[in-house]
């Protein structure tokens, strides 16, 4: 593939996706991680500082304009710009280094990163950020202020994640211990740029990084996650750790501190993605990986340069590019098709329950989000049994949702708490069933009417 023609590659590539992703748009959110951040781009989009979800704010921000102006599904439209962002700067990055722009395509090549660029979430979000400052940390020798520009994204980063700064930090500590020029600019400006993000978290009252409760870090995480991110690192980026080991170019150690300790913080972190099924395991898992991405890939355009004596031959090229733009296009009926269940669901939910009070599980937020329809939403979580007989008289009609899922061991064993809490409803209501439905071969729709709470009247339990 030509130099001069590596960046028309890439833009086909990405013409390819976006074209794909218009003819097969998402119908429904794939993921809770997702709702959750449209959610809150939605109460943004209102002109609302109300915290509905313990994110990071930046991702939702970014998407609010959109969604307001277009509907919750154009909150993935952040993820699909910042994917063609992230790839345009990374070949630029790469020509700067000197290696072939053409390398750039690893990005896209990474099958998470074709399935994450159309999902609402912050992992191709942060990704851009993660490039873009690096970029002009690698390059602020040009320009002074690239060094500021590159310190201030890098404290500023964790308003989208708050691992990103593990990406930024070991190249921070090198250049002051180095005093390379500028030190005193870039870490002047990472700390403005941790002020910003303070701001940022303190005017829309969202949980201060290190706060918020998430799955938590452990040694015996590492058994449950190192598969897959051996997976993720020596397959689906072939030999991408190899290549960060051997990697011999511009800031050596700090290129390999920052992979490392990136990849140490996913090994030890107790989720492990257990309760998907094992496809959508890899995306569940290496989705964490894609802020990454971009360094290995400086890494591996390094160890290909030097092990390669010349610049592949254009049938060799051309094999890639039509391998990976197809997998760009087919990713989006892929997704579309396996995520009909989930749309019939939400949109049956949504046609049932409308105008009335809805009851749920909160981890089956995905098919209850309130874009989908016209209903009050009550958590189990924060509606005991007790308080149903205030819900009733505050609406018309109150509805009990359970949506049972069987995938896996685990998925089913989250399900239990609806179905418990269920069966706790219907000896102090009466449960009318409306629905039970099932949708593919793992997912059970249950809907309940709720009515003579408090009356000695008992409902139906489930089997």
Not at 126 to 142: C, H, I, M, P
Not at 266 to 289: H, T, W
Not at 399 to 410: A, D, K, P
Request: hydrophobic residues 50%; charged residues 15%; positive net charge.
């Amino acid at each position: 593939m030509p130099g001069r023609r590596s960046r028309q590659y890439l833009i086909a590539i990405l013409l390819i996706y976006a074209v794909g992703y218009l003819l097969f748009p998402p119908a429904v959110f794939v993921s809770s991680d997702e709702s959750l951040y449209v959610e809150q781009a939605a109460v943004f989009a209102n002109r609302s500082l109300a915290v509905v979800s313990p994110y990071p704010p930046g991702t939702s921000l970014l998407q609010s304009p959109l969604v307001a102006i277009a509907g919750w599904r154009a909150a993935a439209w952040v993820s699909l710009l910042a994917a063609a962002v992230t790839v345009l700067l990374l070949a630029r990055w790469l020509r700067d280094a000197g290696y072939h722009p053409a390398f750039a395509l690893l990005f896209l090549a990474y099958a998470p990163t074709l399935v994450m660029a159309r999902l609402g979430t912050s992992e191709v979000p942060s990704a851009a950020v993660v490039t873009l400052g690096l970029w002009l940390y690698w390059t602020g020798d040009r320009a002074p202020w690239r060094w500021a520009v590159a310190g201030w994204l890098a404290g500023l980063s964790v308003v989208l994640r708050e691992t990103n700064i593990v990406l930024f930090l070991p190249f921070v500590v090198a250049a002051i211990a180095r005093r390379r020029p500028g030190w005193i600019a870039l870490t002047s400006a990472t700390a403005a740029g941790f002020g910003t993000a303070a701001l940022v978290y303190r005017f829309t009252a969202a949980t201060l990084p290190g706060l918020r409760e998430t799955a938590g870090w452990s040694l015996g995480a590492v058994a449950r996650t190192t598969g897959m991110y051996a997976v993720c690192m020596l397959v689906l980026v072939p030999g991408g750790l190899a290549a960060v080991v051997a990697y011999k170019g511009r800031d050596r150690l700090a290129l390999a501190t920052a992979a490392a300790g990136y990849l140490a913080l996913y090994l030890f972190y107790d989720y492990s993605g257990q309760d998907s099924a094992p496809i959508a395991r890899i995306a569940a898992m290496g989705r964490y990986l894609i802020p990454l991405i971009p360094l290995v890939t400086i890494a591996w355009a390094d160890c290909l340069s030097r092990l390669a004596s010349e610049v592949p031959s254009t049938r060799v090229a051309l094999a890639a590019f039509v391998a990976i733009a197809g997998a760009a296009f087919a990713v989006h009926p892929a997704l579309r098709a396996w995520s009909a269940p989930d749309a019939e669901i939400a949109a049956q939910i949504a046609a049932t329950v409308r105008g009335g009070a809805l009851i749920a599980d909160d981890r089956q937020r995905k098919y209850v989000a309130p874009m989908f329809g016209s209903f009050t939403r009550y958590w189990m979580i924060d509606t005991t049994v007790s308080e149903l007989p205030s819900v009733t008289a505050r609406h018309a009609e109150a509805y009990v949702v359970n949506v049972n899922r069987s995938e896996t061991t685990l998925m089913e064993d989250r399900s239990m708490p609806a179905r418990h809490y269920v069966e706790a409803a219907s000896r102090s209501c009466r449960l009318e069933p409306v629905i039970d439905r099932t949708y593919g071969n793992t997912r059970r729709l249950q809907i309940w009417r709720v009515s003579a709470c408090g009356h000695g009247t008992a409902g139906p339990h489930l089997r």
